[in-house]
Structures are given as structure tokens and as C-alpha cells.
């Protein structure tokens, strides 16, 4: 029985179109592969050349002597029927198809015949006029940009570029992805398949789905409504306006849906429905770092007034309750704060805090610990950061999620470390609130 | 009489409280001067250090041998009163007081004494209580943290936070700015005499201007509205809820105003409001770029079809029209590009989309030109894309926008080749398309 075990942690790869050229795709492709670091065996396959990166070459599927558990490949359209028969008879499990020709410029037919070879062999297929495959645990790329950071997101992204900003973004901040899958033309595995494989994959914490229309919707449904009683789930999926549906039925010829319905569904299934590409990050970000808090009392401690007030109206327009503070929490920080703060929620420790005055601050607050969430935002360089916020992750009842900004060197850094180990920062506060409010509608 | 240029364009700068102790403000203000590249004379005062960073320091202002344009004042509060005496004395015309322990904390006295001082010397002053002032045309860095890039966008700030994080993200994205001004408590100089100088300031073509409260009615409301006529202004003003006016009285002790009121003056001036931090930089950086296009007709060119859809979505969400192609334009295109490209708006070049297939769009829509704003994303690694938008920029009667994503270190290149001649490139379809909307709404 086929999994998607088979292709993402394959331990052969053959690179059909292999090439030495930089200018096309087959040299990207098995050069990600290899400069990703993938242990596994490597075949080049290419008519003309005997070596492909000075890795040794093979003129067919069929002349490779071993055997191979997955194909990548990218050759014209044409030629790609006869490569899926070849590796079928070798008993390959798995294809990615990179190349284009098919469905997508009307080519129904050559892409059913693609398919139905895979299946006389039982093979399984990505693509075609797909963006390919990184999974980053077994340091398989084979796709395009190199991404290599080893995280927690499963994307699985009907558009390439916006799976790829996804994994480019997360490998900046140290955050990773476990997983990049982009479907193309989707004419076997789809974006269901993916969903139910990261639902009970070890690597995958949240799964992120972006999808522009739906072809089999009650697996679909099934598979959504089952994974999200297990993990977060975060989907981008445009088309909710009547120019954007236009646009998904030129882009993929697939129907966008009726936007309300998939929405209400998603309401209904603690599915997490992101506005825009930034959001599909911000929120895949909290949910691979963060727990679900019990309710949506917010704390603020900042030493920003001015990033302090955006926050608050932010939380205040999204449903997000601004915690009161305790006569006693106040009498307590009064004595361990220097007069010029400000002892309201926002919790102001001012411009010359340092990462001294936040522990003692965080130390105050969790002992009194009167709220859901606790926002902490860094508005200058302030070395240590994620140091005192490190000390206090593991012992709050609150869940800790950070804005860091104004800081140049010394923020890119803290947020770096902090990322890495599953202290969510946000590079706005209001981004850092919007994140909060998307981790409490999760079902899980 | 007192103009901004006699501290913005100083030649002399004392720094008092200047020291060799990395962990004190006084040693960041005098290493982000020296760091900067200031090319007039720096002096740092002391009372107890005969060097400071190498330069010769002097006991207080009045040992400087010469005449001394702007002093930079990081001492404790008590003490500031004094050195503002001394430095009237001297005939200094301006001073930053970095210092808190003023009105903030309930020092009203203390920080009148100064003001008056200051008076009667004809001497003006920016804070208390503030982040200082980087005037990069002059490269005097007197603020943190360390921001060097030349452009044009004039930041005024009464969160030193938020105008620093503009900056910085300026700085990396090789945008930079001309002003980044803190003002702290505003005990002097106001926004409304930064506003007033940045109108004819030959260095700056956009005012960024982020507000708490306004204390000074009438000249501000007038000086906004003059200004408007001569350059686009964006305005973040957070307290629009009520905790957040809350956060906004117990943070700079001002009062927010009726948020109502101040979109209705902003709307009927041109003066564009941002939501958020992100929009503040977003539309300044395209304010600092692009001009007002005649109507707000889109055309969309992208390799990526998800990405165009995105963009889609958010140009009907907001009010932008998607432009119609002609049959002409059709035709045309299909001479010159592969059957993949999808020819309707958006026009999908689809994703082995190279800059000449770019070139050859452009050149054919640029012939037929039925649209006044052409967002071109690029989604996916292309080399070669800022030379593309660079020979079509200055003939073109609509207005580019860029979108680059999906692209890795090829992106981060061609994105900051982009800012530097004027192409504003961001980071996302949907943060390009508002931003174009911004640029629709200006006055000017």
C-alpha cells in the first residue's frame, strides 16, 4: 500500500532532465537536492552527459542498477509518459512531475494518459506543472528556492510561491518547515492526502493548506474535520471576491466555491481561515510554537508606550480582553520598578528597560498571573531577551508570545534564538495580537 | 531666528554625558554619531574622562574652546537644567534632551524650569524624554540604534520605537530615510514645526508622521493641510479604541482626540492614514517613490497564478478596478508569449517565467496601455528583474508596483536594486495592491 512515506522520506532519487546547464530546472533541481544535503543515493538521468554535478549519469531510468523509491522530473511534456512507464517497470513508488504541458494549457488528455501508466503500475504521482517537494527531515529538496531549516510547519500549497515565501520566511526567522509540497495540476495526490499524512506526522505540529479550489470535497471535508481534533490547522484559500474567482478559474481551472460556506465550515471546525500571505505565516508561526491558552485575558509589558498603545488597539478591535491589574500586583512592582514607569495594563517599563528589569517584572506578574496571554514587547536593542523570556516559557499558565522591534542587529539575533525554540516573535505588535487571537480559535 | 536646520544641519555637536561605558546612553548617542560618519566636530563632555572614544573630552560645555552648533543632553534629570544654562552661555541654538524624569513621571516643574531656561537664551529643544534625532544628509546618527542609508522619507515620531522601527526596516530594505526625529515629551519643538520643515526640505519627499496626542490645535491642523498641498503624508495614529486612548493618556499623559474627527480631516486633506506599523512603512515607501497615477485601473503581471490571485482578491476588496485586455492586446500576446501564459488580467507568464519574457510583456502592454497602475509580481528566483522595470519605469504613463516573493537571496538583490531607483518592490501581492490605494488617496 502506497504512503507519502514513500516519496517524502525516499532514500534513492532519480533527476530526470538532470542538467549541467544553470539555466534550466534540472540543474536547480538536483543541485537543491544535493547542496540540501540529502544522504540518500542520487541518479542523474540525462541523455547526453555521463556526469551531472560531478555525480555519474545515466542515459535512462531503465540502465540505473539499483533500485530507485522516487522520481523527479523535468523534461518536456511529450517525453514524460514514456519516463512514467520506464520507472514503473522498475518498480518505483513515486513521481514528482515538475514539468508543465498538461491540463493547465488544455492538454486533459496527455495528462490522463500520464496518470493512468502510473497506475497500471501502481505508481503515485506529484504534479504535473508542479513546484515539487522539500521535506526537510529527510533533506529532500527537490524543488526550488534551496530551504534547508528544519521545522515544524507542513505546507502543502496549490501555488508554489506562495509555499516557497512560506519556507523562505520561516528558514530566515530559524523557525523551518518540516515540509514544502506543491500540487500543480494535482491530477493523483492531492492536498487530502497531505492533510491526513501530516495529521500523525511525527515532524509536523501544524498544517498549513493553501488551496485555491476543491475537486473531491467529502474526502476533503472528512480529512479536515478528523486532523483538526489532532493539530492546528491554518489555510490561505483566495478567490472570495467575484474578480479573484475569475482569476482561480483561469489559474488552475478549478472552482473556487462558495467563500461563506467554506469559511462557516472552517468556523465550525476550529480551522483558522488567514486573510493574506502574512497572516498564513504569522499564524502557522504561533501555532507550530504555542499551546492553546484557557481564555483571552491579555497582558501587556512593554518598553514601548507607543508599540504598548498599538497593541492594545489591536486587542480591543479583534475581541481580545486587556487583563486589569491587581491593587497588590501594582503595590509589588511599585517596589521593584523605577518611578518612571507605568503600572497599567500596558505594563510600560519605558525606553531604558533592560532585560534585568523584565525579569523582575515577569517574575511580579506570574506570581500574580491574572491573565490567558502575556505579550511581551521589546522596543529597543535590549540584549538577553530571550533569555528571561526562556526562563519564564515552561512555568507560565500564560501563553508567552513576544514582539520584538526598533532593534536592528540585536533584535534579529533574540528573535532568531527565540524562534528556534518555540517562543514565538512577531515583528509588529499588531501582528504579535492578531497571531494571539488566531491561537485561540484553533480547536486544537 | 530658530530654524530646524540649526540642529539638522549642525557642524558642532557636545555630547554631554558622553562615556566610555558601552551599557550608558551616552556612550550609543556618541559611538552612533562618530559610527555615522558625522563630518563636523564632536565633543564630548565628562567631568571625568580626558577621552572618550579617543576624542578629547572636556569637563562641561563651557571648556569647549569653540563654538558648538547642537548639544546632546544624557545626564540625569537634575542636572539638565544647568547644562542648558551653560550651553545658552555659549550661544548653543539647539539641544536634544535624551533625559527622562520630567513631565512623564509627574515632573511638570522641572521640566517648565528647563523650557524657560532655554527661552531665555533663544535656544531650542527636542524631548525631553526622547530618542534623539538621525538627520542622514548630514549623517548625524544622534539617536539609536546605528542607521546610516540615505532617502527620503522624513519620519517624525512620538514613539521613538516606531519611528526607529521604520528606519530600520528603510535601512534593509536600501530605501533609507532623510529624518528619523523623536520627540519625546514635546516640551518645544513639536511635530508641527517638523511637519513645517519637512514640506520644503529638499531631502525628504514623504512626511511619516506617527502621533499620540496633539496638543497645539490650530497650528498643527494648519501646517497639515499646507503641507499636504506640497508632499504626501502618512499618518499612523494609534488610540482609535477606547483602551486604547486609555494606553495613550497613562503613556505620554495627551489625549487622543475623537478618532472620527481625525479621519475626516485626514480623507478631506489627502493625508493618508495607516492602520498599522506595517502600512506607516508601507506607504511612506511608496509615497517616496511613485506619483499619483490618473485613475485606479490595475493591470497584473505574474509569474506566479496564486500570487495573482491574492492580488486580485485585495484590488476588489478595496476599490481598485482589475483592467480589462483588450482583444488587440490578446493577440498580441499570443505572437509572443508560450501557450502556458494565461492572457487575461491577471496575466499569468507562469512559473518558468525569465526577465526577457518580462521585457516582451511589458513592451506589448505598455504599447496598448489601458490601465494606470501595472503591479508586476515575481514569484518565484528571476535574475534579471530590476533591469526589466528599470528601462520601462520612466516611460510608462502608469505607475509600476512591484511584488517579490518566492525568490530567496536572487529576491533580497533585486528587491534592494529596486527600492534604491525608485521601483517600490514588497514583499507580498496584498501589501502592494493597499499600497497603491494609499498612493491613489494622496493629496499630492
Keep these: 500500500m502506497f504512503s507519502l512515506e514513500d516519496i517524502l522520506?525516499?532514500?534513492?532519487?532519480a533527476v530526470v532532465g538532470a542538467s549541467n546547464n544553470p539555466n534550466k530546472m534540472g540543474h536547480t533541481l538536483i543541485k537543491n537536492i544535493v547542496d540540501g544535503g540529502f544522504e540518500g543515493k542520487i541518479y542523474p538521468v540525462n541523455l547526453k552527459e555521463d556526469k551531472i554535478l560531478g555525480i555519474r549519469a545515466y542515459p535512462d531510468i531503465s540502465s540505473i542498477p539499483e533500485n530507485i523509491d522516487l522520481v523527479v522530473v523535468s523534461v518536456p511534456a511529450f517525453a514524460v509518459q514514456d519516463i512514467i512507464k520506464q520507472a514503473g517497470e522498475k518498480g518505483v513508488k513515486g513521481a514528482i512531475i515538475i514539468s508543465g504541458g498538461f491540463k493547465e494549457i488544455g492538454n486533459h488528455d496527455l495528462e490522463k494518459e500520464v496518470l493512468k501508466t502510473a497506475r497500471e503500475y501502481g505508481m503515485r504521482i506529484i504534479?504535473?506543472?508542479?513546484?515539487?517537494?522539500?521535506?526537510?527531515?529527510?533533506?529532500?529538496?527537490?524543488?526550488?528556492?534551496?530551504?534547508?531549516?528544519?521545522?515544524?510547519?507542513?505546507?502543502?500549497?496549490?501555488?508554489?510561491?506562495?509555499?516557497?515565501?512560506?519556507?523562505?520566511?520561516?528558514?530566515?526567522?530559524?523557525?523551518?518547515?518540516?515540509?514544502?509540497?506543491?500540487?500543480?495540476?494535482?491530477?493523483?495526490?492531492?492536498?487530502?492526502?497531505?492533510?491526513?499524512?501530516?495529521?500523525?506526522?511525527?515532524?509536523?505540529?501544524?498544517?498549513?493548506?493553501?488551496?485555491?479550489?476543491?475537486?473531491?470535497?467529502?474526502?476533503?471535508?472528512?480529512?479536515?474535520?478528523?486532523?483538526?481534533?489532532?493539530?492546528?490547522?491554518?489555510?490561505l484559500k483566495p478567490g472570495r471576491t467575484a474578480k479573484g474567482i475569475e482569476a482561480v478559474a483561469s489559474h488552475t481551472k478549478s472552482i473556487a466555491?462558495?467563500?461563506?460556506?467554506?469559511?462557516?465550515?472552517?468556523?465550525?471546525?476550529?480551522?483558522?481561515?488567514?486573510?493574506?500571505?502574512?497572516?498564513?505565516?504569522?499564524?502557522?508561526?504561533?501555532?507550530?510554537?504555542?499551546?492553546k491558552p484557557k481564555g483571552n485575558k491579555m497582558l501587556i509589558i512593554t518598553s514601548s508606550g507607543g508599540a504598548g498603545i498599538i497593541a492594545t488597539d489591536t486587542a480591543e478591535k479583534i475581541g481580545i480582553d486587556i487583563a486589569s491589574i491587581s491593587h497588590e500586583l501594582k503595590r509589588k512592582l511599585e517596589d521593584?520598578?523605577?518611578?518612571?514607569?507605568?503600572?497599567?495594563?500596558?505594563?510600560?517599563?519605558?525606553?531604558?528597560?533592560?532585560?534585568?528589569?523584565?525579569?523582575?517584572?515577569?517574575?511580579?506578574?506570574?506570581?500574580?498571573?491574572?491573565?490567558?496571554?502575556?505579550?511581551?514587547?521589546?522596543?529597543?536593542?535590549?540584549?538577553?531577551?530571550?533569555?528571561?523570556?526562556?526562563?519564564?516559557?515552561?512555568?507560565?499558565?500564560?501563553?508567552?508570545?513576544?514582539?520584538?522591534?526598533?532593534?536592528?542587529?540585536?533584535?534579529?539575533?533574540?528573535?532568531?534564538?527565540?524562534?528556534?525554540?518555540?517562543?514565538?516573535?512577531?515583528?509588529?505588535?499588531?501582528?504579535?495580537?492578531?497571531?494571539?487571537?488566531?491561537?485561540?480559535?484553533?480547536?486544537?
Design 9 to 13: 522520506l525516499a532514500k534513492s532519487i
Design 127 to 235: 504534479g504535473p506543472n508542479c513546484q515539487g517537494v522539500n521535506y526537510t527531515a529527510n533533506k529532500m529538496c527537490a524543488t526550488w528556492p534551496l530551504v534547508k531549516t528544519q521545522g515544524s510547519i507542513g505546507v502543502v500549497s496549490q501555488s508554489g510561491t506562495i509555499g516557497a515565501t512560506i519556507e523562505l520566511w520561516a528558514e530566515r526567522e530559524d523557525m523551518g518547515v518540516s515540509c514544502f509540497a506543491s500540487l500543480g495540476n494535482k491530477s493523483d495526490i492531492s492536498e487530502t492526502d497531505f492533510v491526513e499524512y501530516f495529521a500523525d506526522d511525527p515532524n509536523t505540529k501544524v498544517v498549513a493548506l493553501n488551496i485555491e479550489g476543491i475537486q473531491e470535497g467529502e474526502a476533503f471535508v472528512d480529512t479536515m474535520v478528523r486532523t483538526s481534533h489532532k493539530k492546528p490547522i491554518v489555510v
Design 257 to 291: 466555491g462558495n467563500d461563506k460556506i467554506f469559511s462557516a465550515f472552517c468556523k465550525k471546525h476550529g480551522i483558522v481561515r488567514a486573510n493574506d500571505i502574512t497572516e498564513f505565516y504569522d499564524f502557522c508561526k504561533i501555532a507550530a510554537t504555542s499551546r
Design 336 to 444: 521593584i520598578l523605577p518611578d518612571q514607569c507605568v503600572l497599567s495594563n500596558p505594563l510600560d517599563l519605558t525606553g531604558d528597560a533592560t532585560a534585568e528589569r523584565y525579569e523582575k517584572t515577569l517574575k511580579a506578574v506570574m506570581d500574580d498571573g491574572n491573565f490567558d496571554l502575556l505579550l511581551t514587547i521589546f522596543g529597543d536593542p535590549i540584549p538577553g531577551a530571550f533569555e528571561v523570556i526562556n526562563k519564564f516559557k515552561s512555568n507560565s499558565k500564560a501563553q508567552i508570545i513576544v514582539s520584538y522591534l526598533g532593534g536592528g542587529d540585536v533584535e534579529e539575533q533574540e528573535v532568531k534564538l527565540m524562534n528556534r525554540n518555540n517562543i514565538p516573535a512577531f515583528p509588529t505588535p499588531e501582528r504579535a495580537v492578531k497571531a494571539a487571537k488566531a491561537l485561540l480559535e484553533f480547536k486544537k
